[in-house]
């Protein structure tokens, strides 16, 4: 069965601070995605990143930085230096797969992490 | 260029009524998703349509169906609205990749339903 783990519910530090959003899958597939998002008040989903099976190169993005280990399931995200507009949900997603080899964009989400920074 | 937009953003329903939320997708998007987010559930998937035709469907009762019309703009409805159908009902749209996961999913701002 495929699952996304975001086992931190809720995280709360103060501006300036470095924070860390945990993210594990499961999933039989040679082949995936995994993607995180982001989710304010506003309550669009914003997309921050994707990223495939097959390219285990951790990004960075400005203040942002992704961290992904085939070895151990995990696809880490990281804030530095946050700011309180990074105030938020964040959710880990990982795609679906099918049994009969089609197409879909049907995500995986992870319960999401809530980010709370502090002034 | 405009984003994803759902109509209504909020509507309040009894119990044993029926709602139908819109969906206009991003101008060339041939994919529309449909999630239900509850605090309790999360995100969870309830279905995918890639023109006009239904693609994938998540594990909903049959009181959730979906339609997509050929202009890409998609509406669904619950029927006999319960409790538990209380939710943030987003869609989201893409260009339609023929692979798994190609895409990047565009959400809107949701419908937020409460039924009373």
């Known amino acids: 069965a495929q699952k996304v783990t975001q086992a931190q519910t809720e995280i709360s530090v103060v501006e300036k601070e470095d924070v860390t959003l945990d993210c594990v899958y499961e999933?039989?597939?040679?082949?995936?995605?995994l993607f995180w998002y982001k989710q304010p008040p506003s309550g669009e989903l914003v997309f921050l990143i994707r990223?495939?099976?097959?390219?285990?190169q951790n990004e960075i993005s400005g203040r942002y930085s992704w961290n992904f280990q085939k070895s151990t399931s995990s696809f880490n995200f990281t804030i530095t230096a946050s700011q309180v507009v990074d105030s938020a949900v964040y959710f880990c997603?990982?795609?679906?797969?099918?049994?009969?080899?089609?197409?879909?964009?049907?995500?995986?989400f992870g319960t999401g992490t809530l980010l709370a920074v502090q002034p | 260029k405009a984003g994803v937009t759902q109509t209504p953003r909020y509507l309040i329903k009894t119990r044993g009524q029926q709602v139908t939320l819109s969906c206009s997708p991003i101008?060339?998007?041939?994919?529309v998703s449909w999630y239900q987010q509850t605090p309790g559930q999360g995100l969870q998937f309830l279905f995918e349509?890639?023109?006009?035709?239904?693609?994938n469907k998540g594990n909903f009762p049959g009181r959730f169906s979906g339609r997509q019309f050929s202009n890409s703009r998609s509406e669904m409805n619950v029927s006999t609205l319960e409790l538990g159908d209380s939710a943030l009902y987003l869609c989201?749209?893409?260009?339609?990749?023929?692979?798994?996961?190609?895409?990047?999913?565009?959400f809107g701002a949701g419908s937020r339903l409460t039924v009373l």
């Open positions: 989201a749209s893409s260009s339609g990749g023929a692979r798994v996961g190609v895409d990047v999913l565009t």
């Open positions: 990223r495939n099976s097959f390219d285990e």
């Open positions: 999933t039989r597939d040679t082949t995936y995605y």
């Open positions: 101008s060339g998007h041939r994919s």
């Open positions: 349509y890639f023109s006009e035709t239904q693609r």
């Open positions: 997603a990982l795609t679906a797969s099918l049994n009969y080899g089609g197409a879909t964009n049907k995500l995986i």
